[in-house]
Protein backbone atom coordinates (compact mmCIF):
# COMPACT_ATOMS: atom_id res chain seq x y z
CA UNK A 1 0.00 0.00 0.00
CA UNK A 2 2.63 2.34 1.19
CA UNK A 3 4.67 1.81 -2.32
CA UNK A 4 1.38 2.17 -4.23
CA UNK A 5 0.55 5.53 -2.32
CA UNK A 6 4.23 6.78 -3.19
CA UNK A 7 4.14 5.30 -6.63
CA UNK A 8 0.41 7.26 -7.12
CA UNK A 9 2.86 10.61 -5.60
CA UNK A 10 5.50 10.80 -7.76
CA UNK A 11 3.18 10.12 -10.84
CA UNK A 12 0.91 12.93 -10.24
CA UNK A 13 4.04 15.44 -9.40
CA UNK A 14 5.52 14.36 -12.42
CA UNK A 15 2.60 14.88 -14.52
CA UNK A 16 1.69 18.08 -12.76
CA UNK A 17 5.40 18.91 -12.58
CA UNK A 18 5.63 19.09 -16.76
CA UNK A 19 2.30 20.43 -17.03
CA UNK A 20 3.04 23.62 -15.15
CA UNK A 21 6.48 24.23 -16.33
CA UNK A 22 5.19 23.31 -20.16
CA UNK A 23 2.83 25.96 -19.18
CA UNK A 24 5.53 28.06 -17.75
CA UNK A 25 8.31 27.86 -20.47
CA UNK A 26 5.37 28.93 -22.97
CA UNK A 27 4.73 31.98 -21.01
CA UNK A 28 8.27 32.80 -20.60
CA UNK A 29 8.83 32.34 -24.23
CA UNK A 30 6.20 34.81 -24.93
CA UNK A 31 7.57 37.59 -22.76
CA UNK A 32 11.46 36.53 -23.63
CA UNK A 33 10.38 37.80 -27.41
CA UNK A 34 8.86 40.62 -26.02
CA UNK A 35 11.40 41.84 -24.48
CA UNK A 36 14.45 40.43 -26.71
CA UNK A 37 12.79 42.45 -29.44
CA UNK A 38 12.58 45.88 -27.56
CA UNK A 39 15.84 45.30 -25.76
CA UNK A 40 19.80 44.71 -27.06
CA UNK A 41 22.68 42.22 -26.80
CA UNK A 42 24.10 44.89 -24.29
CA UNK A 43 21.07 45.12 -21.68
CA UNK A 44 20.89 41.30 -21.59
CA UNK A 45 24.38 41.27 -20.95
CA UNK A 46 24.51 43.78 -18.14
CA UNK A 47 21.86 41.69 -16.10
CA UNK A 48 24.15 38.01 -17.13
CA UNK A 49 27.30 39.86 -15.85
CA UNK A 50 25.63 39.91 -12.29
CA UNK A 51 23.87 36.51 -12.26
CA UNK A 52 26.59 34.82 -10.75
CA UNK A 53 26.62 37.15 -7.53
CA UNK A 54 22.60 36.70 -7.33
CA UNK A 55 23.01 33.00 -7.54
CA UNK A 56 25.65 32.68 -5.22
CA UNK A 57 23.15 34.78 -2.78
CA UNK A 58 19.99 33.28 -2.94
CA UNK A 59 22.02 30.18 -1.90
CA UNK A 60 23.87 31.57 1.07
CA UNK A 61 20.37 32.98 2.36
CA UNK A 62 19.20 29.36 2.46
CA UNK A 63 22.18 27.98 4.06
CA UNK A 64 21.13 24.69 3.33
CA UNK A 65 18.47 24.35 5.90
CA UNK A 66 15.54 24.29 3.31
CA UNK A 67 17.21 20.98 2.27
CA UNK A 68 17.22 19.86 5.69
CA UNK A 69 13.87 20.16 6.30
CA UNK A 70 12.70 18.72 3.70
CA UNK A 71 15.25 15.38 4.06
CA UNK A 72 13.97 15.65 7.71
CA UNK A 73 11.18 12.68 8.75
CA UNK A 74 9.34 14.53 11.72
CA UNK A 75 10.57 18.43 11.44
CA UNK A 76 8.26 20.19 14.38
CA UNK A 77 7.39 24.03 14.86
CA UNK A 78 11.01 24.63 16.50
CA UNK A 79 12.90 23.49 13.51
CA UNK A 80 10.87 25.99 10.76
CA UNK A 81 10.66 28.69 13.24
CA UNK A 82 14.87 28.54 13.32
CA UNK A 83 15.09 28.06 9.87
CA UNK A 84 13.19 30.90 8.85
CA UNK A 85 14.64 33.40 11.68
CA UNK A 86 18.16 32.33 10.13
CA UNK A 87 17.15 32.98 6.96
CA UNK A 88 15.70 36.54 7.56
CA UNK A 89 19.05 37.21 9.47
CA UNK A 90 21.53 36.34 6.57
CA UNK A 91 18.73 37.96 3.85
CA UNK A 92 19.44 41.55 5.92
CA UNK A 93 23.17 40.87 6.13
CA UNK A 94 23.26 39.69 2.33
CA UNK A 95 21.65 42.75 1.00
CA UNK A 96 23.52 45.20 3.20
CA UNK A 97 27.13 43.25 2.13
CA UNK A 98 25.63 43.72 -1.73
CA UNK A 99 25.14 47.76 -1.24
CA UNK A 100 28.06 48.24 0.05
CA UNK A 101 29.99 45.56 -2.68
CA UNK A 102 28.61 46.92 -6.04
CA UNK A 103 30.85 49.54 -6.54
CA UNK A 104 33.36 47.04 -6.27
CA UNK A 105 31.37 44.43 -8.40
CA UNK A 106 30.99 47.55 -11.42
CA UNK A 107 34.73 47.80 -11.53
CA UNK A 108 35.31 44.25 -11.95
CA UNK A 109 33.32 44.56 -14.85
CA UNK A 110 34.34 47.74 -16.05
CA UNK A 111 30.30 49.02 -15.93
CA UNK A 112 29.72 51.74 -13.50
CA UNK A 113 25.81 51.13 -14.00
CA UNK A 114 26.06 48.03 -12.10
CA UNK A 115 26.13 50.09 -9.26
CA UNK A 116 22.45 51.41 -8.39
CA UNK A 117 21.44 48.20 -10.55
CA UNK A 118 23.40 45.29 -7.96
CA UNK A 119 21.69 47.14 -5.13
CA UNK A 120 17.80 46.98 -7.08
CA UNK A 121 18.26 43.93 -7.87
CA UNK A 122 19.31 42.39 -4.17
CA UNK A 123 16.19 43.57 -3.07
CA UNK A 124 14.60 39.97 -3.93
CA UNK A 125 16.70 38.48 -1.61
CA UNK A 126 15.04 40.56 1.16
CA UNK A 127 11.51 39.15 -0.29
CA UNK A 128 12.84 35.56 -0.75
CA UNK A 129 14.12 35.25 2.63
CA UNK A 130 10.65 35.53 3.81
CA UNK A 131 9.50 32.36 1.76
CA UNK A 132 12.27 29.33 1.72
CA UNK A 133 10.36 27.43 4.98
CA UNK A 134 7.14 27.66 3.28
CA UNK A 135 8.84 26.33 -0.20
CA UNK A 136 10.50 23.48 1.71
CA UNK A 137 6.76 22.23 3.64
CA UNK A 138 5.03 22.26 0.07
CA UNK A 139 7.57 20.57 -1.32
CA UNK A 140 7.76 18.16 2.11
CA UNK A 141 4.18 17.27 0.68
CA UNK A 142 4.75 16.87 -2.43
CA UNK A 143 2.26 19.79 -3.15
CA UNK A 144 3.44 20.36 -6.98
CA UNK A 145 -0.39 21.39 -8.57
CA UNK A 146 -0.34 24.46 -6.75
CA UNK A 147 3.40 25.43 -6.84
CA UNK A 148 2.40 25.06 -10.52
CA UNK A 149 -0.45 27.15 -10.51
CA UNK A 150 1.26 30.02 -8.84
CA UNK A 151 4.81 29.70 -10.63
CA UNK A 152 2.74 30.67 -13.95
CA UNK A 153 0.29 33.67 -11.90
CA UNK A 154 3.85 35.00 -10.82
CA UNK A 155 5.86 34.69 -14.54
CA UNK A 156 2.58 36.29 -16.15
CA UNK A 157 1.72 38.87 -13.67
CA UNK A 158 5.59 39.79 -13.55
CA UNK A 159 6.36 39.41 -17.27
CA UNK A 160 3.47 41.91 -18.43
CA UNK A 161 5.49 44.55 -15.91
CA UNK A 162 9.07 43.57 -17.22
CA UNK A 163 7.79 44.05 -20.89
CA UNK A 164 5.55 47.20 -20.13
CA UNK A 165 9.28 49.29 -18.62
CA UNK A 166 11.13 47.78 -21.46
CA UNK A 167 8.32 49.44 -24.05
CA UNK A 168 8.99 52.54 -21.98
CA UNK A 169 12.25 52.49 -22.74
CA UNK A 170 14.04 51.28 -19.04
CA UNK A 171 15.76 48.74 -20.69
CA UNK A 172 17.59 46.34 -18.28
CA UNK A 173 15.69 47.74 -15.26
CA UNK A 174 12.45 45.93 -16.91
CA UNK A 175 14.58 42.68 -16.54
CA UNK A 176 15.62 43.06 -13.21
CA UNK A 177 12.44 44.44 -12.00
CA UNK A 178 11.05 41.46 -13.89
CA UNK A 179 12.63 39.58 -11.09
CA UNK A 180 12.05 41.33 -8.53
CA UNK A 181 7.84 41.26 -8.59
CA UNK A 182 7.81 37.46 -9.54
CA UNK A 183 9.71 36.70 -6.45
CA UNK A 184 7.39 39.09 -4.42
CA UNK A 185 4.29 37.36 -5.91
CA UNK A 186 5.36 33.79 -5.68
CA UNK A 187 6.76 34.40 -1.82
CA UNK A 188 3.15 35.50 -0.81
CA UNK A 189 1.59 32.82 -2.38
CA UNK A 190 3.70 30.37 -1.42
CA UNK A 191 3.03 31.59 2.40
CA UNK A 192 -0.72 31.33 1.95
CA UNK A 193 -0.81 27.97 0.60
CA UNK A 194 1.40 26.75 3.08
CA UNK A 195 -0.48 28.21 6.37
CA UNK A 196 2.73 28.23 8.15
CA UNK A 197 3.63 31.47 10.12
CA UNK A 198 6.58 31.91 12.36
CA UNK A 199 7.00 32.73 15.95
CA UNK A 200 9.08 35.05 17.87
CA UNK A 201 10.26 31.77 20.56
CA UNK A 202 13.85 31.11 18.16
CA UNK A 203 15.81 28.59 19.39
CA UNK A 204 19.43 27.60 18.17
CA UNK A 205 19.46 24.10 19.11
CA UNK A 206 17.48 22.95 16.11
CA UNK A 207 19.94 24.88 13.76
CA UNK A 208 22.70 22.79 15.73
CA UNK A 209 21.22 19.67 14.91
CA UNK A 210 20.91 20.61 10.90
CA UNK A 211 24.11 22.41 10.58
CA UNK A 212 26.12 18.87 9.49
CA UNK A 213 24.13 18.61 6.93
CA UNK A 214 22.45 21.78 6.12
CA UNK A 215 26.55 23.54 5.82
CA UNK A 216 27.59 21.25 3.11
CA UNK A 217 24.80 21.46 1.10
CA UNK A 218 25.14 25.15 1.43
CA UNK A 219 28.78 25.21 0.41
CA UNK A 220 28.22 22.76 -2.56
CA UNK A 221 24.97 25.09 -4.06
CA UNK A 222 27.42 27.76 -3.95
CA UNK A 223 30.32 26.09 -5.75
CA UNK A 224 27.06 24.22 -7.75
CA UNK A 225 26.09 28.74 -8.28
CA UNK A 226 29.37 29.82 -9.03
CA UNK A 227 30.09 26.07 -11.52
CA UNK A 228 26.76 27.20 -13.48
CA UNK A 229 27.50 31.03 -14.08
CA UNK A 230 30.98 30.70 -14.03
CA UNK A 231 31.24 30.76 -18.20
CA UNK A 232 29.08 34.07 -17.66
CA UNK A 233 31.16 35.62 -15.32
CA UNK A 234 34.10 35.28 -17.22
CA UNK A 235 32.82 36.01 -20.59
CA UNK A 236 31.41 39.22 -18.93
CA UNK A 237 35.33 39.50 -17.81
CA UNK A 238 36.92 39.10 -20.93
CA UNK A 239 34.61 40.45 -23.56
CA UNK A 240 32.20 42.95 -24.22
CA UNK A 241 28.54 43.29 -23.03
CA UNK A 242 26.94 42.27 -26.22
CA UNK A 243 29.06 39.39 -26.70
CA UNK A 244 27.65 38.53 -22.97
CA UNK A 245 24.22 39.05 -24.12
CA UNK A 246 24.20 36.61 -27.11
CA UNK A 247 25.44 34.12 -24.58
CA UNK A 248 22.91 34.99 -22.24
CA UNK A 249 20.15 34.74 -24.51
CA UNK A 250 21.29 31.34 -25.77
CA UNK A 251 21.44 29.91 -22.48
CA UNK A 252 18.47 31.50 -21.88
CA UNK A 253 16.39 29.74 -24.46
CA UNK A 254 18.41 26.70 -23.60
CA UNK A 255 17.37 26.82 -19.74
CA UNK A 256 13.65 27.17 -20.83
CA UNK A 257 13.55 23.76 -22.63
CA UNK A 258 16.27 22.32 -19.60
CA UNK A 259 13.74 23.45 -16.50
CA UNK A 260 11.09 21.63 -18.24
CA UNK A 261 12.78 18.64 -17.28
CA UNK A 262 14.52 19.86 -14.19
CA UNK A 263 11.89 21.10 -12.30
CA UNK A 264 9.54 18.41 -13.69
CA UNK A 265 11.83 15.86 -11.65
CA UNK A 266 13.45 18.26 -8.58
CA UNK A 267 10.13 18.90 -7.10
CA UNK A 268 10.11 14.94 -6.24
CA UNK A 269 13.15 13.80 -6.44
CA UNK A 270 14.78 14.25 -3.38
CA UNK A 271 11.78 13.30 -0.94
CA UNK A 272 10.55 10.27 -3.01
CA UNK A 273 14.28 8.72 -2.56
CA UNK A 274 14.59 10.29 0.91
CA UNK A 275 11.75 7.91 1.49
CA UNK A 276 13.09 4.93 0.58
CA UNK A 277 16.81 6.32 1.94
CA UNK A 278 16.40 3.07 4.19
CA UNK A 279 16.09 0.54 1.49
CA UNK A 280 18.74 0.11 -0.90
CA UNK A 281 17.23 -1.90 -3.46
CA UNK A 282 14.10 -0.07 -3.28
CA UNK A 283 16.17 3.47 -3.62
CA UNK A 284 18.12 1.89 -6.62
CA UNK A 285 15.08 1.03 -8.19
CA UNK A 286 13.00 4.49 -7.26
CA UNK A 287 16.19 6.07 -8.92
CA UNK A 288 16.70 3.92 -12.30
CA UNK A 289 12.93 4.82 -13.06
CA UNK A 290 13.22 8.16 -12.68
CA UNK A 291 16.72 8.16 -14.22
CA UNK A 292 15.23 6.68 -17.46
CA UNK A 293 11.96 9.26 -17.12
CA UNK A 294 14.37 11.86 -17.42
CA UNK A 295 16.06 10.38 -20.56
CA UNK A 296 13.03 10.09 -22.00
CA UNK A 297 12.06 13.46 -22.06
CA UNK A 298 15.10 15.53 -21.72
CA UNK A 299 16.89 13.75 -25.12
CA UNK A 300 14.28 14.60 -27.78
CA UNK A 301 13.38 18.29 -26.29
CA UNK A 302 17.21 19.13 -25.66
CA UNK A 303 18.33 17.61 -28.84
CA UNK A 304 15.42 19.14 -30.76
CA UNK A 305 15.57 22.22 -29.17
CA UNK A 306 19.07 22.53 -30.75
CA UNK A 307 17.23 21.29 -34.00
CA UNK A 308 15.26 24.18 -34.81
CA UNK A 309 17.44 26.85 -32.97
CA UNK A 310 17.65 29.27 -36.17
CA UNK A 311 14.20 29.38 -36.92
CA UNK A 312 13.25 29.45 -33.41
CA UNK A 313 15.48 32.54 -32.78
CA UNK A 314 14.88 34.15 -36.11
CA UNK A 315 11.24 33.95 -35.89
CA UNK A 316 10.69 34.74 -32.91
CA UNK A 317 13.02 37.66 -31.74
CA UNK A 318 14.74 38.74 -35.67
CA UNK A 319 18.32 37.84 -36.92
CA UNK A 320 19.43 40.38 -34.92
CA UNK A 321 20.08 37.21 -32.26
CA UNK A 322 21.23 35.07 -34.91
CA UNK A 323 25.23 35.16 -33.36
CA UNK A 324 23.10 33.34 -30.34
CA UNK A 325 22.47 30.63 -32.68
CA UNK A 326 25.55 28.61 -32.52
CA UNK A 327 25.80 29.29 -28.37
CA UNK A 328 22.55 27.92 -28.07
CA UNK A 329 22.93 24.54 -30.09
CA UNK A 330 26.07 23.95 -27.93
CA UNK A 331 24.42 24.30 -24.78
CA UNK A 332 21.68 22.39 -25.39
CA UNK A 333 23.94 19.39 -25.00
CA UNK A 334 24.17 20.68 -21.64
CA UNK A 335 21.12 20.98 -21.17
CA UNK A 336 20.46 17.34 -22.12
CA UNK A 337 22.78 16.45 -18.67
CA UNK A 338 21.63 18.71 -16.35
CA UNK A 339 18.01 17.23 -15.34
CA UNK A 340 20.71 13.72 -14.93
CA UNK A 341 23.31 15.66 -13.01
CA UNK A 342 20.47 16.64 -10.67
CA UNK A 343 18.92 13.27 -10.26
CA UNK A 344 22.47 12.29 -9.10
CA UNK A 345 22.88 14.67 -6.73
CA UNK A 346 19.65 14.43 -5.14
CA UNK A 347 20.03 10.68 -4.99
CA UNK A 348 23.30 11.46 -2.99
CA UNK A 349 21.57 13.88 -0.59
CA UNK A 350 18.54 11.53 0.14
CA UNK A 351 21.45 9.38 1.54
CA UNK A 352 22.69 11.97 4.04
CA UNK A 353 25.94 12.18 2.13
CA UNK A 354 26.14 15.85 1.34
CA UNK A 355 29.84 15.60 2.02
CA UNK A 356 30.15 13.79 -1.33
CA UNK A 357 27.89 16.56 -3.11
CA UNK A 358 30.36 19.01 -2.05
CA UNK A 359 33.83 17.79 -3.30
CA UNK A 360 32.12 16.45 -6.18
CA UNK A 361 31.03 19.85 -7.16
CA UNK A 362 33.79 21.59 -5.85
CA UNK A 363 36.11 19.10 -8.67
CA UNK A 364 33.87 20.13 -10.82
CA UNK A 365 34.11 23.80 -10.15
CA UNK A 366 38.19 24.22 -9.80
CA UNK A 367 38.20 21.82 -13.29
CA UNK A 368 35.82 24.33 -14.98
CA UNK A 369 37.62 27.43 -14.05
CA UNK A 370 41.10 26.34 -15.28
CA UNK A 371 39.98 25.15 -18.18
CA UNK A 372 37.87 27.83 -19.26
CA UNK A 373 40.77 30.30 -17.74
CA UNK A 374 43.00 28.74 -20.30
CA UNK A 375 40.67 28.75 -23.58
CA UNK A 376 39.17 32.55 -23.21
CA UNK A 377 41.86 33.55 -25.64
CA UNK A 378 40.65 30.73 -28.45
CA UNK A 379 36.96 32.42 -28.65
CA UNK A 380 33.82 31.33 -26.88
CA UNK A 381 32.85 28.91 -28.91
CA UNK A 382 36.01 27.05 -27.67
CA UNK A 383 34.91 28.15 -23.67
CA UNK A 384 31.80 26.65 -24.32
CA UNK A 385 32.68 23.28 -25.91
CA UNK A 386 35.30 23.00 -23.30
CA UNK A 387 32.84 23.40 -20.47
CA UNK A 388 30.36 20.71 -21.87
CA UNK A 389 33.12 18.74 -21.81
CA UNK A 390 33.66 18.57 -18.57
CA UNK A 391 30.14 18.54 -17.45
CA UNK A 392 30.44 15.23 -19.30
CA UNK A 393 32.74 13.69 -17.24
CA UNK A 394 31.55 15.39 -14.33
CA UNK A 395 28.24 12.77 -15.09
CA UNK A 396 30.54 9.86 -15.86
CA UNK A 397 31.64 10.64 -11.98
CA UNK A 398 28.34 10.79 -10.56
CA UNK A 399 27.99 7.24 -12.11
CA UNK A 400 30.45 5.91 -10.27
CA UNK A 401 29.39 7.39 -7.25
CA UNK A 402 25.75 5.45 -7.52
CA UNK A 403 27.55 2.32 -7.58
CA UNK A 404 29.55 3.03 -4.45
CA UNK A 405 26.09 4.60 -3.14
CA UNK A 406 23.19 1.92 -4.42
CA UNK A 407 24.79 -0.54 -6.12
CA UNK A 408 24.16 0.45 -9.88
CA UNK A 409 26.79 -0.21 -12.43
CA UNK A 410 27.81 2.26 -14.78
CA UNK A 411 27.30 -0.23 -17.75
CA UNK A 412 23.38 -0.43 -16.38
CA UNK A 413 22.83 3.11 -15.96
CA UNK A 414 24.21 3.68 -19.55
CA UNK A 415 21.71 0.73 -20.80
CA UNK A 416 19.17 2.86 -18.63
CA UNK A 417 19.61 6.41 -20.87
CA UNK A 418 21.51 5.18 -24.36
CA UNK A 419 18.71 3.99 -25.74
CA UNK A 420 17.01 7.07 -25.13
CA UNK A 421 19.78 9.09 -26.79
CA UNK A 422 19.56 6.45 -29.32
CA UNK A 423 16.16 7.15 -30.37
CA UNK A 424 16.24 10.98 -29.93
CA UNK A 425 19.25 11.29 -32.10
CA UNK A 426 17.51 9.13 -34.85
CA UNK A 427 14.41 11.16 -34.82
CA UNK A 428 16.80 14.28 -35.32
CA UNK A 429 18.32 13.23 -38.28
CA UNK A 430 15.37 12.53 -40.01
CA UNK A 431 13.79 15.23 -39.23
CA UNK A 432 16.89 17.33 -40.59
CA UNK A 433 16.94 15.40 -43.65
CA UNK A 434 13.40 16.07 -44.26
CA UNK A 435 13.58 19.79 -43.97
CA UNK A 436 16.81 20.27 -46.04
CA UNK A 437 16.16 22.62 -48.88
CA UNK A 438 13.22 24.47 -47.43
CA UNK A 439 13.68 28.03 -47.70
CA UNK A 440 10.71 28.99 -45.63
CA UNK A 441 11.90 29.23 -41.59
CA UNK A 442 7.99 28.23 -40.36
CA UNK A 443 7.91 25.64 -43.42
CA UNK A 444 10.72 24.07 -41.94
CA UNK A 445 10.16 24.48 -37.88
CA UNK A 446 6.95 22.81 -38.80
CA UNK A 447 8.50 19.66 -40.38
CA UNK A 448 10.86 19.45 -38.67
CA UNK A 449 8.84 19.27 -35.23
CA UNK A 450 6.41 16.97 -36.77
CA UNK A 451 8.84 14.59 -38.51
CA UNK A 452 11.42 14.48 -35.15
CA UNK A 453 7.73 13.95 -32.91
CA UNK A 454 6.47 10.84 -35.34
CA UNK A 455 9.86 9.32 -35.75
CA UNK A 456 10.50 8.97 -31.88
CA UNK A 457 7.14 7.93 -30.96
CA UNK A 458 7.61 5.42 -33.80
CA UNK A 459 10.68 4.42 -32.15
CA UNK A 460 9.32 4.20 -28.72
CA UNK A 461 6.68 1.60 -30.12
CA UNK A 462 8.40 -0.64 -31.93
CA UNK A 463 11.35 -0.85 -28.96
CA UNK A 464 8.49 -1.68 -26.62
CA UNK A 465 9.90 1.20 -24.18
CA UNK A 466 8.31 0.48 -21.14
CA UNK A 467 8.77 4.15 -19.64
CA UNK A 468 6.37 5.57 -23.25
CA UNK A 469 4.03 2.72 -22.18
CA UNK A 470 3.28 3.70 -18.91
CA UNK A 471 3.59 7.78 -19.51
CA UNK A 472 1.11 7.41 -22.33
CA UNK A 473 -1.24 5.11 -19.95
CA UNK A 474 -1.30 7.98 -17.05
CA UNK A 475 -1.98 11.01 -19.72
CA UNK A 476 -4.77 8.69 -21.11
CA UNK A 477 -6.09 7.83 -17.72
CA UNK A 478 -5.79 11.85 -16.68
CA UNK A 479 -7.68 12.77 -19.83
CA UNK A 480 -10.66 10.45 -19.53
CA UNK A 481 -10.80 11.28 -15.60
CA UNK A 482 -11.57 14.73 -17.36
CA UNK A 483 -14.10 13.75 -19.26
Not at 63 to 70: C, E, K, T, V
Amino acid sequence: MAESTLKEKTAKGLFWGGIGNGVQQVLTLAIGIFLARQLGAGDYGIIGMITIFTAVAAVIQDGGFAAALINKQNATQADYNAVFWFNVTVGVVIYITAFFCAPFIASFYHTPELVALTRYVFISFMVGCLGSVSTAILMKRLIVKQRMIINIIAIFISGVIGVTMAYHGMAYWGLATQTLAFNVIMVSSYIYIARWHPTFQFSVKPLKEMLPFSIKIAATNIFNAINQNILATLLGRFFNRQQVGYYTQGNKWMLMGSSFVSSMVNGVAQPVLATAADERDRQCNIFRKMLRFIAFVAFPCMLGLALVSRELIVITITAKWMQSVLIMQLLCIWGAIIPINNLYSNMVVSRGKSNIFLWMTISLGIAQLIALISTYRFGITTMIITFIAINICGLLAWSLIAKRQIGLRVIDALMDVLPFLGAALVAIVAAFFASRGIASLWLSLIIKIVAAVVVYVVVMRLSGSVIFKESVAFLYSKIKRQK
